[in-house]
């Protein structure tokens, strides 16, 4: 609740403001039906001046409560959304801060729903819920005491029938909202078995399996129509019994009413004023539902946000321009703590090195990877910067001194230029044209319409994969930075695009000392090594140059031959 | 145009005609009764002026009283009945379609994008809900409360009804256009959300990549922008919809001015009742109440109507595949033959160039080529998808093109590289929803050498998977379309190699898989493994389109043609 205190002493003057026009504007209403009630007098004895002048206070009365509504409508509006402003980017800077760690914890959908649908709640209920609290005391109690200034006993009747617009209000408000998050379910379920009609339909087709897939189908919409059935009591139903409340108030209001005229008690501009009462008092019985509901919901998501926001950022360490030599020593890694991934590997990367890291499936190749870099982290005394264990050193700094070409190949909507240049927004066009062709992409490039300006769609869906792959290489290579990795990065280019970069790499980038390590299955990508660790189930087994492990005739050997006759069928 | 569209869904509205009747007759008894409580209320207040008797109001309370019960009862009834009816007609309407796309020919799949298929299913049939309750019901019900309201005001006091509804109109046309324009800034309010949420998607699925390329500031900036555009077009929309509703207030505080005035001069002199002024107090709280919704209830109708014509232009352009039912429906043993056959997605850019293959019932036989050769046309061609431009498929010297669709499929077997897994057990994933005994079941996954690996599942056979099998792993689905296709027992096998890198001992049990789904069952592979194709009878070799060599492993390597060169490319 924090951020919520926050803005409100922000805040305060204007809600000051809102505050007192709102007050302002329950008192003129409540006036209203007063006016009403003594023009009815008036005509009743006749007297057309006292008309007239109740008459023109009804005008200026409403003219006054619809403009000043207007003002504090807006002025509320105006501030809170200025807060959800400022909230919605506050969880989105904390999202680009994460740590893998931290993110792993939580689904990409969920996160994104922190910064609309948590907003959301927290948004209503600072309009509708607070308007509503406010309305509740000062146009309610208001009501309330006007009315028994009329008739106490009148007051108390007509009040029965509408008391119960509380726990049918509360009781809406808390269940509707997971109604509707339960219906939203169900029909993405069914956009869910619409998705797999289209992704399975040679399957579905060729098994003759369209009836069966139809009765699937059918299941999801049977749960479907149940619970909007529900819904339609929750919904349907709410508007129809409010007004049979206050039917059955207004059917109080003449009978006993009726009586107590009759009796000379009450007037009949009074109870001519009783009807508009109850009209007036149907909201603030039913907003002290709702605002209870939206109150829940609200702090709910509010604690939904500050779980987010809390998150500290990390910044502190050592930071190092350069590094000559990175070593792991004795390195254990498990992620949940029961099941070694890697253990106890040893290597040493000095600079100017060309590493292949290669080995099955599962072996832990990226874990490493991730561990060098910082984006998971390492046991103490395990992993050394030129004699600086890794956990000292600033993430910041060991950011810098990578640059990372994952296995995905992941591209911005945005063009090809602009992709590349993520690497350095300050490159020239000559310098990005340049790694271009070092990573043997320049002329696949040139041969697109839009050339370096074409768009790339969402994660660059209308490229090819290896396309993709080399793009991401050359947006590696235009950083320059000491260390270049390749995480499997040339798994999805062919045999002779592969030699082409490999080359490339070598005559322009190993003579300027570019350490580079790369991961690969694929053996014969790791020809350039000057040294290749092969990492089987945690554990580094062979290592040695390309031709030392191939005259070795172990894994590295036999994986090699079997490769060289599957591939390209 | 539309009326056409309509037209098409009207027999799924008649369907339920008899319940469509009781909301009918539940709509206007509560509309009734709804415009007739002022009036009865009217009775009593001018009765007890005049009379200051109780007992003659006794009559007018108890018809009040039972209007204010109808009035509940039927309202609930023309809810609930009219939100059921509703609900069954969407069902019904989801369920043909779903099954007429099923129907599909698969070239509407290539042609239309998923995206738009699910949105049809789905939304558009959601939004032909909102039709018939939201829209014609309860606007419907709206409308016919209104003119009721409005002929009791003009037959209790024509002058003073007429003169306290002069603001309606305005307040009908202020409402309707400040209305529209609330949805038209409303549009970019979801639109800046939509940037926003896809611009949050794209950051949190590639952020290594923000962080390491310290991108962080930029696409906060980016974000920024989309949550300002968001923040000021949330105000404006809001601050509009704040004067629509004080434009509908001051419109009705205006209408009350007329009657307290107009109306006490009539009643001083004669000519009006204070009752009638009570009356019309709640009629008018009545007329101006729905205003402020208005528009949104009309973009709903016009919503519903629009999504109404998609789904049927969509139906339009699509069509059926053809004798699925009806025709040639014959005895299939698993003799497969393409005879100069000639295929083309697209006019004048064949995928097949005359290409000859001839099966015998048992033999298996793979096709190798590269991507794009039209391995996988070959596949469709056999299933029946796609009928060749020129030349004939014929399964034991039977035509395809007049065969029954459904009988022969049910012959045939398919396993693709793409495996297939829908949300469902892995029973159902395997048997498809057909009924086999249990022991069949798990003597397939024994053969396959997967039943242990079943067995340690949370819950063996019958253990949930989730869409596209993401709970499991890539080769343990590809194992699991082998058991689909095995337990299916078909005549003739069509399987597409997988290309993908998996672990070895899946690798062992894909390999084994492949020999054991092939034996004893005609097979056309295509193929991408070396053991594979060792022991096959025929090797056909694709290229551009044609055959361009045929035989067995060693023959063709000993020919050093195309195939030897694959072999060859290998050694360096």
Known sequence: MKTLKEYFKREFLRYIAVVSLLVTVDIAQVYLPQFTRFAIDSISKRNINGLIKYAIYIVIFSIGIVVLRFLYQSLLRAAVLRFD?????????????????????????????????????????????????????????????????????????????????????????????????????????????????????????????????????????????????????????????????????????????????????????????????????????????????????????????????????????????????????????????????????????????????????????????????????????????????????????IKNLFAFVPQEGFLFSDTILNNIKVGNPNATREEVEYVAKVACVYDDIMSFKDKFETVVGEQGITLSGGERQRIAIARALLARRPFLVLDDALASVDFKTESCIIKSLEEHFLKSGLTVIMISERLSSLSIANKIYVLVDGTIIEEGTFNDLVAKEGYFYHLYRKQLLEENL | MRRESIKRFIPYFLKYKLLLLVTLIGMIIASLTSALIPYLIKNVIDTLIATKNFANIKNFLILVAIAVLLNIVFKLIQIYVGNYAGQRIMQDIRLDLFYTVSRFKIESFSKEPSGKIITRITNDVENMNDLLNAGLVSLFADLFFILLAIGFLIYINPKLGLIVLLPLPIAVIFSLYLGNRVEKIYEKVRDALTKMNIHMQEVLTGIHVVQIFDMEKIVIDKFKKFSRDFRDNFYKSQVTNVVLRQTVNISSYISIFLLVLVGGILTIKGMGTIGTIISFSSYLSYLYGPLGDLSDKFSILQNAVSSMVKIDEFLKSNSLEENYEDGNKFEVQGNLALKDVYFAYEENSDVLKGVNIDVKKGESIAIVGFTGAGKTTIANLIFGFYEPTKGDVLIDGFDLRIACKSHFRKYLGMVLQNVFIFKGTVLDNITLGDEFPLEDVENVCKTLGIYDYIERLPNGLNTELSTEGKNISLGERQLISFARALIHNPRILILDEATSSIDSHTEELIEKGTRILMEGRTSIIIAHRLSTIKHVNRIYVLNKGRIVEEGTHEELLQRKGLYYEFYKSQYK
């Open chain 1, 85 to 397: 402003y400022e909230l919605k980017n506050r969880i989105f800077e904390s999202f680009v801060f994460f740590k893998r760690k931290t993110l792993e914890k939580f689904e990409i959908g969920d996160l994104m729903s922190r910064v609309t649908n948590d907003t959301q709640a927290v948004r209503m209920f600072l309009i509708m819920g607070f308007l509503a609290i406010i309305d509740i005391f000062v146009l309610g109690l208001t009501t309330f005491v006007f009315m028994v200034k009329m008739n106490l006993k009148l007051t108390l009747a007509v009040s029965v029938p509408l008391l119960f617009l509380f726990p049918l209000a509360l009781n809406f408000g808390t269940k509707i909202h997971k109604l509707y998050r339960r219906i939203n379910m169900l029909f993405a379920d069914m956009s869910v078995r619409v998705r797999e009609l289209v992704q399975g339909i040679r399957v579905i087709k060729a098994f003759v399996k369209e009836r069966y897939f139809t009765q699937l189908f059918r299941g999801v919409n049977e749960e479907y129509l149940k619970e909007n059935l529900k819904l339609v009591k929750l919904d349907g139903f709410f508007d129809p019994i409010v007004n049979f409340l206050i039917n059955l108030a207004n059917f109080v209001l003449i009978f006993y009413g009726g009586l107590l005229y009759i009796k000379g008690v009450v007037g009949m501009g009074s109870i001519a004023a009783f009807f508009q009462y109850i009209e007036t008092l149907t909201w603030p019985m039913m907003a002290v539902g709702f605002s209870i509901a939206l109150y829940q919901r609200a702090t709910a998501s509010l604690s939904r946000i500050e779980e987010i926001i809390s998150i500290p950022k990390e910044t502190q360490g050592i930071v190092l321009d350069t590094v000559d030599r990175i070593e792991v020593k004795n390195l254990r890694f498990s992620y949940d703590g029961n099941i070694d991934i890697l253990k106890g590997i040893n290597l040493t990367i000095n600079k100017g090195d060309v590493i292949g890291l290669t080995g099955n499936p599962g072996s832990g190749k990226t874990t490493l990877i991730n561990l060098l870099l910082k984006i998971i982290d390492a046991p103490k005394g395990s992993v050394f910067f030129d004699s600086n264990d890794i956990n000292d050193i600033a993430f910041e700094s």
